[in-house]
């Protein structure tokens, strides 16, 4: 690590190399873009084999031992590489490197992912096989997500997140199996499935049950009526036809979440007026992601950036820092990547505020014991005091 180059970029600037060299593809890779290595495994429960889709985070290294929080997504054969790219690009300052599980629905979706059963729908029979979603979830709670922490380098810190039918298996989830995740995202949700079922349940549910450390987003896109342009947000509640039924249930929910703000759910619902119910997958997967790791994004980079601020002050807001993600995640977590401490503990002794790179460098050994680089910088800050003895050692 000699004749380094004098750093004089600031925390901002570094986060965003990182988050470029993150989204740059491998120019000797045949192809552009490989999203989600095929897995699977056989379910007892639905009595078949079930594809999954993982995608481990772009720094990953099995010999630094370092686990992840995890994101189920439902319908992961579409929206897969999705995630990825919102993943890609916002991983870092604004949410946590994650391991990302796709879970195929393209068999049994309707089956797999509705609430309830039914016979008929719009007036007309409906024939296809539905309103198995209990029995999903068992398979995600009882096979899939110990298949996934026996076999990826993952935490107990989950996220969900569902579009349509899977938004509504989503709300489920929530309101059925809160202990499964942390996180939930639904995305334009069937909430109108069998005459607003699980809406009607839901008043109750979030009246007695307690969701402190949990998060819901929830979108609703502009297709509030295809029939009617006159329907718009601020009117469809007043109408009472099939044809804006989904959206008044989505609407529906929400009011009764905010109503029911007492019982410590984080809620952020966000409507889509130019997106349809194909196209708003995108932005919410990215806006969704955003505020429910919105505790996650770093704060105070100005303090960073200022060569005035006091190696104290710096000190507080890193420690703060640490216990705040240890309240949300449940477990240690070290308050920024080691990348981060190592390089402005660099800068700081290029620039000479010695007392500053010290920190750093005790800090990256600190949260990262394991990692010779932490101990060979702190090695090279010694040496840069004439300090040999400490160097060496």
């Known amino acids: 690590m000699k004749n380094r180059l004098r750093i004089l970029l600031t925390i901002g600037l570094i986060i965003l190399i990182q988050q470029f060299g993150n989204a740059q593809a491998n120019q000797n890779q045949q192809f552009l873009q490989k999203v989600g290595v095929m897995d699977s495994l056989y379910s007892q429960i639905l009595k078949e084999s079930r594809k999954i889709y993982i995608q481990l ?10 686990k992840y929080p995890v994101v189920f997504l439902l319908d992961g054969e579409m929206f897969l590489p999705t995630l990825v790219d919102v993943h890609s690009y916002y ?9 990302l599980v796709g879970i195929s629905n393209e068999k049994n979706r309707i089956r797999d992912l509705t609430t309830s059963t039914i016979k008929t729908k719009y007036g007309m029979p409906f024939n296809d096989e539905n309103g198995e979603a209990e029995s999903f979830s068992k398979f995600i709670e009882k096979e899939l997500i110990p298949f996934i922490e026996n076999k990826y380098p993952v935490t107990n810190f989950r996220t969900l997140i569902g579009h349509s039918y899977g938004g509504l298996f989503t709300i489920y989830s929530l309101l059925k199996h809160q202990h499964l995740f942390a996180n939930y995202l639904a995305i334009d949700p069937s909430l109108d499935w069998d005459g607003q079922k699980l809406l009607n349940e839901a008043e109750g549910l979030l009246t007695t049950q307690k969701y402190e450390n949990k998060s819901l987003f929830m979108s609703l896109s502009g297709q509030l009526n295809m029939q009617d342009s006159k329907v718009t947000i601020d009117n469809v509640m007043q109408y009472t036809t099939e044809l804006t039924m989904f959206a008044r249930s989505n609407i529906a929910f929400s ?9 410590g759910l984080s809620f952020e619902w966000k409507f889509y007026p130019r997106d349809l119910h194909g196209t708003i997958p995108f932005p919410s997967i990215m806006d969704g992601l955003i505020s ?32 705040k993600l240890k309240d949300h995640f449940g477990y240690s977590e070290p308050p920024y990547p080691e990348e981060i401490l190592n390089m402005s ?18 800090l990256a050994i600190e949260y990262y014991p394991e990692s010779a680089n932490s101990f060979d910088s702190m090695a090279d800050y010694y040496e840069r005091k004439g300090d040999f003895t400490n160097a060496i050692k």
């Open 57 to 66: 985070p772009s720094g990953y290294n099995p010999e630094k031992n370092l």
């Open 91 to 99: 991983s870092g300052g604004f949410m946590p490197e994650m391991v």
């Open 255 to 263: 009011n009764v979440v905010r109503q029911n703000a007492k019982n």
């Open 292 to 323: 429910l790791f919105k505790w996650y994004q770093w704060e105070n980079t100005d303090k960073f950036n200022s060569p005035d601020t006091p190696k104290e002050e710096l000190l507080s807001i890193i420690k703060y820092r640490e216990k």
């Open 345 to 362: 503990g660099y800068m700081n002794m290029d620039m000479e505020p010695f007392e500053k790179a010290k920190m750093y460098f005790e």
